[in-house]
């Protein structure tokens, strides 16, 4: 009995890394909620700059919609309102963009998903 | 109020009446009593079209209307088919429910259920927003249009108007609304609905398999469901609980292949057509020409969805033809869209595109011309390569020396990517330069490095990382069957077309009327499927995609794209 | 004291029963007063001008704001009929008040379709329709708790403010255009 048990337990310690290794893969996804622009000491237009980091964190943010609309997939939050800093990436302008976003892990849910049949 | 309103209507109505008779007797008035007789059925069905799609009189004035009641506002800004739609079948958006409008059922009583429907959950719940009315008749009709009372006594001006018609316009009025959606259209009986597919001979056979494939196993998949129906009983009421009548309907995919010239394929497709009419074409396939095939849709009022084309026919106001986007012209708008909003910081310098004329690079080039006008900007420079003309190093470097463009555009294939490369890095290289991340093909993935940072892409579709999200349910389409055997987009757009098929007759309630298809469409929602960002409708609306991403490659071996735009921008 | 004030309550009633009979057609809509903040967002009006958003909206004139699209079928055409019977009514005094509409479809409502729902209603200048980008008219619906996924679901609301207090008069519903011009009124337009 006890040794049937241990042999339960060392299995069960045995898949903990698989488990873990599993919890860190998935794709990392930013819902961006707000933004604005540093200039950071630049002078360039500040209207200009706000509406390029518009597009700049506009385009790191994803649509939650195409991960659960295809099904199979569900998104863990792992950060509330983290700011993330990037370069406004233009060349004629300078400064950054901080984008004010949620990050989710975008994860694979085996046992919820279809049959994935191999053609 | 709403009685007083009435009262004075009518009386205006009768004094109008007498004018007009004066007025009648009168010369030169084309709408004397005599001329309406004389018009054809044909004519007088145009003018109920009119009044019903337009909002105009037959007199060519504008009918008018009263909205919420009391204000007065141009029938023109609030037709009839605004809200009960083309086909007349009604709509339904947010709490608004608009109950069809076509004589069929207008003259008959209403319940709270659909008769032969009652026990299917779809159509008995849409059918309780309906209320419960007696039958019409011209004279209650006519009240419910003048006076927003219905034959319950209900009014419905909080939300339809009530217009100011005349006896005999009223007339045409309702003949048109007898003849709307009357009888089902054509290719479908009880027991099928039948399509058809064109595919214009001499296409690449890789990719009509792949245009056929998803087609052919989503009908399939119907008529085995449907032929399980018959010989299960279990099957049969799992079905009709989902689909109603439909559960037990197959359907049927003919193949039209068009030969030879364009010039000769409306002949075809008429002959096809006299020889088995369809209730709509569904894909189809085109590496060149669709235009005659748009034309004859147009024509028959013969509804396409999605066909693959390289080349869909633009247009703001036609109607039959449904297509994934607005073709690569899409990629030149997105640029526009994207420089647009840093030009303020050109400083006068100017935007150069290097176009390969063929018929891609003309459209990309076009594209971004019209976005670019239409935002008012000082027109770019062009310059363009004759086909087989290399795009070198020299070339290149000639035309930024002589420019000095802020943006630099080139619409070429991967030919030109070694010019690009030897740019970077150089005295006065533009600060922005951009490419078709699609007409780059493979070459895409295996940039050099250098030039990785310096180059902006477009992408019309979902990132590829992400669009392996959609992979299982494309890939269930061709079970024992080899994915590399097929052209991975087209496969995509075609399992794209068969769910909107689905999604769309399964919003219908059995009522197979081709513009009702459109109707249906024209109501859905956002859809994330395979391949593309996001796809659109609304009524009208016929270019599902709307968008394109302009992207960058990262660095490294195994490269993925990353976003530098959204999906659609203004 | 009361006795006067108790006839008063009755005249009043009296007055409400036979003040014309309530329409069937005069739907009810609810009415409430919030504080939105306005996301700094760039838009883009019916002229293809860029329009920043929170300027626009937090001015010293009233500002009415409703969110439509362009090829929107029913609840649309109500709420800009009564933007129409509020621009007639203003009559030369247009600019007074400022009327915004907000696109809730930005894929398909380019300036040129925005343009061209305001000729279709005669607009005149006062009146603004505006695009943008997806994300930032969703972040500009959600700040007014307009949001909707669908816009096939979207709901008639219309939006007051009032420069004085800056409060925002929240109306859902399709009103008729007695109550639209009290509500209005009330405001102080």
Same mark, same amino acid.
């Given at each position: 009995m006890t040794s049937k048990l241990l042999l339960l337990v060392l299995a069960g310690l045995l898949t903990l890394p698989l488990a873990a290794a599993a919890e860190e893969t998935g794709q990392k996804v930013y819902l961006v909620k707000d933004y604005r622009y540093e200039p950071g000491g630049s002078t360039g237009d500040p209207e200009v700059g706000q509406s390029l980091c518009g597009t700049r964190c506009n385009a790191l943010s994803s649509d939650y919609l195409n991960f659960i609309e295809p099904g199979g997939w569900r998104m863990v939050k792992v950060a509330s309102d983290s700011e993330v800093v990037l370069d406004l990436g233009n060349p004629f302008m300078q400064g950054e963009c901080v984008c004010l976003a949620d990050e989710y892990l975008v994860k694979l849910v085996e046992y919820n998903r279809p049959k994935e049949v191999k053609p | 109020m709403s009685r007083k309103v009435n009262h004075i209507g009518q009386l205006v109505l009768r004094l109008g009446a007498l004018c007009a008779l004066l007025l009648l007797v009168g010369p030169g008035n084309t709408f004397a009593a005599e001329a309406k007789a004389q018009l054809s059925p044909q004519e007088r069905l145009r003018l109920g079209e009119r009044m019903y @799609?337009?909002?105009?009189?037959p007199s060519g004035e504008p009918m008018e209307a009263f909205v919420s009641g009391d204000v007065p506002v141009d029938g023109t800004a609030f037709t009839c088919v605004s809200c009960h739609l083309i086909s007349g079948l009604g709509s339904i958006e947010g709490e608004v429910v608009t109950p069809p409008t076509n004589g069929r059922l207008l003259y008959q009583a209403r319940d709270s259920y659909i008769k032969g429907s009652e026990f299917v959950p779809y159509i008995s719940n849409y059918a309780k927003y309906l209320p419960v009315r007696p039958a019409y008749t011209d004279a209650s009709l006519a009240r419910l249009i003048q006076a927003g009372v219905d034959p319950t006594e209900r009014s419905v001006l909080h939300v339809m108007p009530r217009y100011e018609v005349g006896d005999e316009d009223m007339v045409l009025l309702l003949e048109y609304l007898k003849a709307l959606s009357a009888e089902h259209s054509p290719g479908v009986t009880p027991e099928e609905i039948k399509f058809a597919t064109v595919i214009v001979e001499g296409t690449d056979p890789v990719k009509v398999e792949s245009m056929l494939a998803p087609l052919q196993f989503s009908i399939d998949r119907k008529n085995s469901l449907a032929q399980a129906s018959k010989r299960n009983d279990r099957v049969a009421r799992m079905g009709y609980n989902m689909l109603g009548d439909l559960s037990m309907m197959s359907f049927s995919l003919q193949h039209w292949i068009l030969k030879g010239p364009p010039e000769t394929w409306r002949a075809q497709l008429d002959a096809y057509y006299r020889k088995q009419p369809v209730f709509a074409l569904l894909g189809g396939i085109s590496e060149g020409e669709w235009e005659p095939v748009h034309r004859f849709c147009e024509e028959m009022k013969l509804p396409n969805l999605f066909p693959v084309v390289d080349h869909p026919v633009l247009s703001d106001t036609d109607w039959y033809t449904q297509y994934f986007s607005r073709g690569i012209r899409q990629e030149g708008e997105a640029v526009a869209r994207y420089l647009q909003g840093m030009s303020?910081? +050109?400083?006068?310098r100017d935007v150069v595109q290097v176009v390969r004329q063929s018929r891609k690079g003309d459209a990309l080039a076009s594209g971004f011309r019209q976005q670019w006008q239409v935002a008012g900007l000082p027109a770019a420079k062009e310059v363009v390569l004759a086909p087989g003309e290399a795009l070198t190093p020299q070339r290149l470097e000639e035309i930024v020396a002589r420019e000095k463009p802020a943006a630099l555009i080139v619409w070429d294939d991967a030919g030109s990517l070694p010019a690009l490369s030897a740019l970077v890095g150089k005295d006065g290289a533009p600060g922005i330069v951009i490419t078709s991340g699609t007409w780059l093909g493979e070459a895409l993935w295996t940039l050099p490095e250098p030039l990785r940072a310096n180059l902006y892409l477009t992408w019309p579709y979902r990132l590829p990382q992400e669009d392996r999200r959609y992979d299982f349910a494309v890939n269930r389409?061709?079970?024992?069957?080899?994915?590399?055997?097929?052209?991975r987009v087209i496969l995509r757009q075609s399992f794209i077309a068969q769910e909107m098929l689905g999604k769309a007759l399964m919003d219908m @309630?059995?009522? +197979?009327y081709r513009d009702f298809l459109y109707d249906t469409l024209g109501m859905m929602g956002d859809m994330y499927l395979p391949l593309y960002e996001r796809l659109s409708f609304g009524p009208?609306? @016929?270019?599902?995609s709307k968008g394109c991403f302009i992207v960058q490659l990262t660095k490294g071996e195994n490269p993925t794209l990353e976003r530098r735009s959204e999906w659609v921008g203004h | 004291m009361i006795k006067s004030g108790l006839v008063m309550v009755l005249v009043f009633l009296l007055i409400g029963l036979f003040s014309g009979p309530a329409q069937a057609a005069e739907a009810k809509y609810q009415r409430s007063i919030e504080t939105f903040s306005v996301p700094d967002v760039v838009l883009v009006n019916q002229d293809g001008q860029k329009v920043h958003l929170k300027s626009l909206l937090e001015s010293d004139r009233p500002v009415v704001v409703d969110f439509i699209y362009g090829?929107?079928?029913?609840i649309c055409p109500v709420l800009s009929a009564g933007y129409v019977n509020l621009q007639k009514k203003l009559g030369p005094d247009n600019q007074k008040v400022h009327l915004v509409s907000i696109t809730i479809d930005p894929e398909n409502d380019t300036p040129a379709i925005l343009k061209e729902y305001l000729t279709r209603y005669r607009a005149k200048p006062g009146w603004d329709f505006l695009t943008g980008s997806r994300r930032d008219i969703d972040r500009v619906m959600k700040s007014f708790d307009a949001y909707f996924r669908n816009k096939m679901d979207h709901k008639p609301l219309t939006f007051i403010r009032s420069p004085e207090d800056k409060h925002w008069v929240r109306l859902y519903g399709l009103l008729s255009s007695r109550d639209f011009m009290n509500e209005c009124r009330e405001v102080g337009i």
């Open positions: - | @799609r337009e909002g105009l009189l303020e910081l +050109f400083n006068g389409m061709l079970i024992g069957k080899k994915l590399a055997d097929y052209d @309630r059995l009522e +197979f009208g609306q @016929r270019y599902a | 090829t929107c079928t029913t």
